[in-house]
């Protein structure tokens, strides 16, 4: 009776815990004011806009002055979007996220590359005019910077320049020269421009437009020059002894706001220069983020169907678990601000499959104690705490992978760390903590017969380091394979690797059609494409999506990207009414990309370093980390192989897909490792090494099988319904998990034995 009732405690805990998660995001729903999934910072792939980065001009900029570049930039991007985002990125770059936009290509135009703006006097006082009237209202430099700043002729530069703002103001009183709104800029000096301003205030004033000579015209003006070009030259009447000024005139409300905007670009205290930049259209991040999540629903929901025919009541105990791992999941992203994009979307749904593992390993040691005759309440005891060291050393492993992934990578691939790596520390608690308590419950409850939990069959002990010949002749055919693919592809196409734009450089526009029947022939968006951008792009169909890729090595940007973006959207549009929503545009510099190939490498080869050490150190024993090392490196060159066989995109997720494939194979080798140090500890002076290892990869092969369908089950539903740039992520990744449960089996185990015998170490 006392467990009854403490059974009914927690099912009201169980029950009360649900119906706070369900309430919180209904709530959201419904009131604005109360979080909820709507509320969720979504990326420019799944909310469409724009995002650029810039590199500064000075290798090693100061950090003073990089915070506050940073800082004038988000003041000023947050005038396209109040969700904007503007972040350091290494020791000289910035990335600014303009999410939700329409009118991506303006504001890229509008920013440009952020050098710097002057004032400059019109006519110096040696009487030499620096700037010349064009007429219409247009002026341009009689003299380069370099000889106006010689001669004394600036004002001020960006540094004197606090803030500029768009504003009006209305006059409607009858008799006053001009009615209506009036369009300003409100500029705001710092103290070091006060005086400066002042000055040449004081010394413009003096002049008045006579007519008799052009020279009288110029001395009564300043000249703002952003970028080379005189962007405005506003006259003086009085001398200006204040941190404030206004510049008005003949205004329309864009024009002010387009000046505001570049004087406030110029008055960066650092120079930048861009060096790529994406745009994306909010339909394609709606039907991307639609997709991806359908696909996670129903691979969830598979997964906890197997987990219920293959366990029996621990299964419905893991689903239970699980929806409320998803909820706190959720919650975490709500709670950190965490950006959701597609793989960061892609990182969640891995994470609740791997999830799973953490209760399959608990619910197998479970069997395994009932087997040995143990009662069933010991048992659920003795199973979570054997499986403790697993879980956690497995998981960790996971997590170094993902800490190394969010050092080395950028942009989406950094939110995929950071939703993996959440989803992983999740992960550990649902399995030992959610998840036990749930059992216990249910176990109070009267679940407490044998019969619910099933028990394990003896354990038929298969020979597998007595084939570890045909293994290794296995994965060599697979890696030699990878080779000639390389060479092949080499020999072909001039590159090893199908690398996508991250990894070379150039431009992307994709472009997604209504239906297939309106999709063109590849050879008309050729010579559409050709004429717009001067050269022959390379043209890809994508008939999963209704889409065609135009690919081109060529920078836009280097050509101006605002004519030949808003040229190319014309000509779709008008012929094949392809709107802004439905085209998305990438640019990337070779130097980003050089850096892309670089991260890669490093990112594999740090995590392989930091994985050993911590084998090492939680094994006490070089061969257990050695093994595990190698059999991953295994798993990353079959990796390798589809990408080079398959022509597969090389593109910024495939530093994603390895680090993965590395965290996901050595979790797997740790699971078995640890059954091996367990078996040592236990082995009787009949059984040889040989026996221990193959009794170790027999008694965690139900385990092996179980995790890899499991997640192997919401991969492939990404495969199925996910858009087609997760999907590229998925095949190989899809892949890299065949094959970590393969090698963990038939390869780790055999290394370790080979190590141990060779250097005659005692195990």
């Known amino acids: 009776m006392k467990n009854t009732k403490k059974g009914i405690l927690q099912l009201l805990a169980i029950i009360l815990v649900i119906a706070l998660i369900g309430g919180f995001f209904i709530a959201g729903v419904k009131y604005e004011k109360v979080p909820g999934i709507k509320d969720l910072s979504l990326g420019l792939d799944l909310d469409g806009g724009l995002s650029i980065t810039y590199e500064t001009a000075q290798d090693n900029p100061d950090g003073d002055k990089l915070d506050m570049t940073v800082y004038r930039m988000q003041k000023r991007v947050e005038n396209y979007s109040s969700e904007a985002q503007v972040y350091k990125q290494g020791k000289n770059r910035i990335c600014v996220d303009i999410p939700g936009v329409d009118n991506a290509e303006k504001i890229l135009a509008e920013l440009g590359n952020s050098g710097n703006v002057y004032f400059v006097l019109g006519c110096g006082e040696s009487g030499v005019n620096n700037i010349v009237d064009k007429g219409e209202g247009k002026f341009e430099l009689a003299r380069s910077m370099e000889e106006i700043i010689k001669a004394g002729d600036l004002v001020l530069d960006g540094a004197d320049i606090d803030d500029a703002e768009a504003q009006y103001s209305q006059n409607n009183q009858a008799g006053q020269a001009t009615q209506g709104t009036q369009y300003f800029v409100n500029l705001k000096l710092k103290s070091s421009g006060t005086s400066k301003f002042y000055k040449a205030t004081q010394y413009c004033s003096k002049y008045y437009y006579t007519g008799s000579s052009s020279a009288d015209y110029y001395k009564r003006f300043l000249a703002i020059v952003y970028d080379g070009e005189v962007i405005s030259a506003p006259g003086c009447e009085e001398p200006i002894n204040s941190d404030t000024a206004t510049i008005s005139g003949s205004f329309t409300y864009e024009e002010v706001k387009t000046l505001a905007t570049t004087i406030k670009i110029g008055a960066l205290p650092l120079e930048l220069h861009q060096l790529q930049y994406s745009i994306v259209g909010a339909k394609l991040g709606s039907n991307?983020?639609?997709?991806?999540?359908?696909?996670?629903?129903?691979?969830?929901?598979?997964?906890?169907?197997?987990?219920?025919?293959?366990?029996?009541?621990?299964?419905?105990?893991?689903?239970?678990?699980?929806?409320?791992y998803t909820g706190i999941m959720v919650g975490c992203l709500l709670l950190f601000d965490v950006t959701l994009t597609l793989p960061g979307i892609a990182g969640i749904i891995l994470s609740i499959g791997m999830a799973v593992d953490g209760n399959i390993i608990i619910f197998t040691r479970i069997r395994e104690e009932l087997r040995a005759g143990k009662i069933l309440r010991s048992s659920i005891k003795l199973g979570f705490d054997k499986a403790t060291s697993a879980i956690i050393d497995g998981n960790v492993t996971t997590l170094i992978a993902a800490i190394v992934l969010y050092l080395r990578g950028s942009g989406t691939i950094r939110g995929f760390a950071i939703t993996l790596a959440i989803g992983i520390i999740l992960s550990v608690i649902t399995s030992l903590v959610i998840c036990r308590f749930i059992i216990m419950c249910a176990y109070n409850l009267g679940f407490n017969k044998e019969k619910y939990y099933g028990i394990a069959k003896e354990t038929k002990v298969i020979n597998f380091t007595k084939h570890w010949k045909k293994y290794i002749a296995i994965s060599g055919i697979l890696i030699i394979a990878g080779i000639a693919g390389l060479a092949i592809g080499k020999a072909n196409s001039g590159k090893?690797?199908?690398?996508?734009?991250?990894?070379?450089?150039?431009?992307?526009?994709?472009?997604?059609?209504?239906?297939?029947?309106?999709?063109?022939?590849?050879?008309?968006?050729?010579?559409?494409?050709?004429?717009?951008?001067?050269?022959?792009?390379?043209?890809?169909?994508?008939?999963?999506?209704?889409?065609?890729?135009?690919?081109?090595?060529?920078?836009?940007?280097?050509?101006?990207?605002?004519?030949?973006?808003?040229?190319?959207?014309?000509?779709?549009?008008?012929?094949?009414?392809?709107?802004?929503?439905?085209?998305?545009?990438?640019?990337?510099?070779?130097?980003?990309?050089?850096?892309?190939?670089?991260?890669?490498?490093?990112?594999?080869?740090?995590?392989?370093?930091?994985?050993?050490?911590?084998?090492?150190?939680?094994?006490?024993?070089?061969?257990?980390?050695?093994?595990?090392?190698?059999?991953?490196?295994?798993?990353?060159?079959?990796?390798?192989?589809?990408?080079?066989?398959?022509?597969?995109?090389?593109?910024?997720?495939?530093?994603?897909?390895?680090?993965?494939?590395?965290?996901?194979?050595?979790?797997a080798t740790i699971v078995i490792f640890d059954r091996i140090r367990e078996n040592l500890a236990q082995r009787s002076k009949k059984q040889s090494i040989d026996d221990i290892v193959n009794l170790s990869i027999s008694e965690t092969l139900s385990r092996s099988i179980n995790t890899s369908i499991t997640t192997l089950i919401t991969v492939v539903m990404i495969v199925i319904l996910g858009v087609d740039s997760i999907r590229e992520f998925a095949i190989p990744l899809m892949v890299g998990m065949i094959c970590g449960a393969y090698s963990s089996v038939c390869i780790a185990g055999s290394l370790w034995l080979f190590f141990i015998k060779k250097f005659k170490k005692e195990a």
């Open 288 to 324: 991307a983020l639609n997709t991806i999540l359908f696909a996670g629903l129903i691979g969830l929901a598979l997964v906890v169907l197997f987990m219920i025919i293959f366990y029996k009541l621990p299964g419905w105990c893991a689903g239970i678990s699980l929806a409320i």
């Open 496 to 667: 090893a690797l199908n690398y996508g734009l991250d990894f070379i450089g150039g431009t992307s526009v994709e472009v997604y059609f209504d239906s297939a029947d309106k999709v063109p022939a590849n050879a008309d968006i050729e010579k559409i494409a050709g004429d717009v951008l001067g050269s022959t792009p390379e043209i890809v169909k994508v008939d999963a999506d209704n889409a065609i890729i135009i690919k081109t090595e060529k920078m836009i940007t280097e050509d101006g990207n605002d004519t030949l973006i808003t040229q190319l959207k014309d000509r779709l549009n008008s012929e094949y009414g392809v709107t802004s929503d439905n085209i998305e545009v990438q640019s990337i510099s070779a130097s980003v990309s050089g850096e892309m190939k670089a991260d890669a490498v490093w990112a594999v080869i740090i995590s392989g370093i930091c994985m050993l050490i911590y084998i090492w150190i939680r094994f006490k024993n070089l061969a257990f980390a050695s093994s595990s090392v190698l059999a991953l490196l295994h798993d990353v060159l079959v990796v390798l192989m589809v990408y080079s066989v398959f022509r597969i995109t090389v593109d910024n997720s495939f530093i994603a897909c390895m680090l993965t494939i590395v965290g996901y194979s050595i979790n």
